[in-house]
């Protein structure tokens, strides 16, 4: 999801999904929060194109490793990153087939871990 034109093919697959259960649901949309939506998107998206693995860099005000900030400090850090667009960068990787995993090295130690 980090390459602008399969971020756009999962944008409008998904609009297309919506647009369907819209239409297939009597102007009742089934009653899902934001988390099960998401879920939902992701896991249709990988069926539908049959894709075992989706990643994607987030963009994070604060991390678990970084230098331990007062909430003052925090703000300003806030701040500071929303005037100079910088944030600390993560990559999630979603995995559907355990067959796709080659090895399970540990390459972090904790202190890298995103809390």
Same mark, same amino acid.
């Given at each position: 999801?980090? *390459?602008?034109?399969?971020? *756009?093919?999962?944008?409008? /697959?998904?609009?297309?999904?919506?647009?369907?259960? /819209?239409? !297939?649901?009597?102007?009742?949309?089934?009653?899902?929060?934001? #988390?099960?939506?998401?879920?939902?998107?992701?896991?249709?998206? &990988?069926? @539908? #194109?049959?894709?075992?693995?989706?990643?994607?860099?987030?963009? #994070?005000?604060?991390?678990?490793?970084?230098?331990?900030?007062?909430? &003052?400090? @925090? +703000?300003?850090?806030? @701040? =500071?990153? !929303? =005037?100079?667009?910088?944030?600390?960068?993560?990559?999630?990787?979603?995995?559907? @087939?355990?067959?796709?995993? #080659?090895?399970?090295?540990? =390459?972090?130690? +904790? /202190? /890298? +871990?995103?809390?």
């Amino acid at each position: 999801m980090d *390459d602008n034109k399969q971020l *756009d093919a999962f944008f409008t /697959e998904v609009i297309q999904c919506i647009d369907e259960i /819209e239409k !297939n649901c009597s102007g009742n949309m089934p009653v899902f929060d934001d #988390k099960n939506f998401r879920a939902l998107f992701f896991d249709y998206y &990988k069926q @539908k #194109k049959n894709i075992a693995v989706i990643t994607r860099t987030f963009q #994070k005000d604060y991390a678990g490793y970084t230098t331990r900030r007062n909430k &003052k400090d @925090k +703000e300003l850090q806030k @701040k =500071i990153m !929303n =005037i100079t667009g910088l944030g600390f960068n993560e990559r999630q990787i979603c995995v559907s @087939k355990k067959e796709c995993i #080659k090895s399970t090295k540990l =390459i972090y130690n +904790e /202190e /890298e +871990e995103v809390i």
